[in-house]
Nanobody
Framework: QVQLVESGGGVVQTGGSLTLSCKAS????????MGWAREAPGKQREWLAH???????QYAEAVKGRFTITRDNAKNTVYLQMSNLKPEDTAAYLC?????????WGQGTQVTVSS
């Protein structure tokens, strides 16, 4: 089973930027897709960004234009570049590795946006 380790979270001021990383224990091109979601206290997990094996990308409306998903195949790492951060972006951010219709999740990295 693939292992995913997220990093790069922290505390940032409103309007700031952060880049999150998700390193996989397997070749990320063996996944059907990879992506990111977040969990805020008292809220359901919210999907944010998705990149298929072929590189087709989708974003949730809440982050379109502010977040960018990229990958480095040689490093088996997927990134989430976040800009113009808002207090409502405060959450634990998790990446997923999708294979045969099943998502494998990392433990998450916390992002806190102060006002």
């Amino acid at each position: 089973q693939v292992q995913l380790v997220e990093s790069g979270g922290g505390v940032v001021q409103t309007g700031g930027s952060l880049t999150l990383s998700c390193k996989a224990s397997e070749n990320i091109l063996s996944a059907d897709a990879m992506g990111w979601a977040r969990e805020a206290p008292g809220k359901q997990r919210e999907w944010l960004a998705h990149m298929s094996r072929l590189g087709v990308i989708q974003y949730a409306e809440a982050v379109k234009g502010r977040f960018t998903i990229t990958r480095d195949n040689a490093k088996n790492t997927v990134y989430l570049q976040m800009s113009n951060l808002k207090p409502e972006d405060t959450a634990a951010y998790l990446c997923y590795f999708q294979e045969l219709g099943k998502n494998f999740w990392g433990q998450g990295t916390q992002v806190t946006v102060s006002s």
